[in-house]
């Protein structure tokens, strides 16, 4: 094959040879190198579209160009890809880290749901990137969702459980702190404890519809059943409510209307009841009545549970009036972390127990809340909630979680240990106790084993609102609406009549882990008579402080260190000789000495 000295027509399937256009053969010419054809410049001919096409290009580039030209366009094309190739790496980052897409933490979508139950149907669409020139209330929520996506923590995969060698230990021993001390507990972090959130929620064996008592026209039938708020149930309708069925319908307060909260008893503000109402997930409540308790606000919260978590504390009137003497209230009605509601028309003239309104029926107050918190007045909480939801609750597959007393466990001893204290009046507290045994109460041991205690230590209950659990805290209710305010001694009896019906019952875990998540304060009064018998007392006297004689100075020639030689004939001069042997002969032992088979002589 040989090459052409002037330009011709190319013939077919030939890159080698040329023909003129007469169609006579080309004058010799001297031999040229043969190059073999490029892999790039295999391809169609001139027809030729698309792949084949761009190689044809090429192919005609590399033969008018020069080695050297080629070689730099061969580069120019390298960089040129390289570059594109980081842009395009570039750009999908971003994509992958855009707030708003369903790829961006790679967490379930009942996650989401759980913290916010609006971002599994928002962020489900393509509505999120769309823009408009008018604001619109969809914008500002989805916005809102983008904001909560971006503090929503990484997902992770844990192939074992971080807490599974752990080994429970007492109390460390301290000998300036003998009674009730905290113990260690394994938490795990707030990532971790959301990627072991269940993803449906618990099933509640047997009840699956509850409904809840309303009624306008309240008659006392009975002379010991209940309150108006409570609805006044008589005996046989708290004989059914305990008949568990599939569907039921039972006194729960709030009978006097069909909002709770609202011309109710226990009335609160309709921006209240909004802000309530919007509360989805989780919610941390407490609660101060009678001015009864200092204001704790918690610690060690994450920032992810304080935007996700709902903190709400419940006040009355004198104890909002107190907080405002010393506290700021701003215009959201927010101390700290918790959102202040301020509570009207108190069904009962004792403040602790309006206490056990909120305490027992947050699920009335919260209806659209999956798990509740509830920790008393005088409680600082010192851990994360989500952390506790998986120590507590989600780790064991329970329900509901209440710490025992760390001392008695038995409700004979306690009504006793009551009326000892003066925490109610004695003969409501026998007559409570002589209801329950006609019933069939016994002293507690080992035979209600695995139940380890028929006393709880009520001022922390962690549970998710299902509807057994939500049956067990109005039936509760009930009992302390009914008899006497002290809720330790109707919890067993409540307990074990739902336990012979169903397969269910509340978890009991330590007192010592209880003191380890929260921090107890003591009530107002007896923090006022403390401070007030400091008071009292005198001031202690001031320290005497003795004024030391100064030393003499020894001239220079007087020896540093007089020797025993120069000491001793000081002390001779100063004690006759009789008195010292009289001395030393009364405290020394007598000598004797041994002659042969003599007695010994005393010298």
Known sequence: MSGGASLGLRTSGSYGSLQQPNGQSPSPSPPVAVRKPAKMSLGGGPGATGRGGDRLLFARICMFAGRRRRMLLLLLVAVAVVVCFLFSSLVSKDEIAAPGTETMLGFSDHVRSFVNPVWTSSLSGNDLNTTSPTVNQSDISHEKVRGLSRILPPAIHLEHHPCENFSFSPPPIDRKRTGPRPCPVCYVPVDQALALMPVAPTASPILQSLNYLSEDNLV?????????????????????????????????????????????????????????????????????????????????????????????????????????????????????????????????SDAR?????????????????????????????????????????????????????????????????????????????????????REGLTHYSS?????????????????????????????????????????????????????????????????CERRDFVVQAYHRELMEQRLAALRSQPPPPPPVVRMQQPRKMLPDSAPKEPGRASKEPVRASKKPAGKRSRKSGSKRAHRTKTAGGKEPIRL
């Not at 409700?411 to 003066?422: P, R, T």
């Not at 039936?475 to 019906?501: A, G, H, M, P, Y």
């Open 353 to 437: 127990r309006n206490g056990k309104i909120p305490k027992l029926l947050l699920h009335r107050l919260f209806p659209n809340v999956r798990y509740s918190l509830w920790i008393d007045g005088k409680l600082k909480l010192v851990k994360d909630p989500y952390q506790l939801l998986e120590r507590f609750l989600w780790r064991k597959n329970v329900s509901l979680a209440i710490s025992r007393h760390y001392r008695r466990f038995d409700v004979f001893e306690e009504a006793e240990a009551n009326k000892a204290g003066g925490k109610y009046d004695n003969a409501s507290i026998d007559n409570q106790i002589e209801f329950y045994k």
């Open 220 to 348: 006392l039938k009975e002379s010991n059943s209940g309150s108006l708020f409570g609805g006044y149930p008589s005996l046989e309708q708290r004989d059914m409510s305990f008949d568990i069925k599939d569907s039921m319908t039972v006194h729960c307060g709030f009978v006097r209307g069909k909002i709770p909260g609202l011309n109710t008893g226990f009335d609160v503000d309709e921006a209240d009841l909004s802000e309530m109402r919007q509360c989805q997930g989780t919610v941390v409540a407490s609660a101060i009545f009678g001015n009864y308790d200092i204001l704790q606000q918690p610690e060690n919260i994450s920032e992810f549970s304080k935007d996700t978590v709902c903190f709400f504390m419940f006040l009355d009137e004198e104890t909002e009036a107190a907080i405002k003497n010393t506290t700021a209230i701003d215009n959201t009605k927010r101390i700290g972390l918790w959102r202040v509601v301020v509570v009207h028309n108190l069904p009962y």
């Open 447 to 511: 035979a209600k084993l695995p139940i380890t205690s028929d006393v709880p230590e009520g001022c922390v209950i962690i549970r998710e609102h299902i509807p057994i659990t939500n049956l067990f805290t109005c039936l509760w209710f009930n009992e302390v609406d009914r008899f006497t305010s002290r809720d330790q001694i109707s919890f067993s009896t409540v307990r074990d009549k739902i336990r012979s019906r169903v397969n269910w019952t509340a978890d009991m875990f330590l007192d």
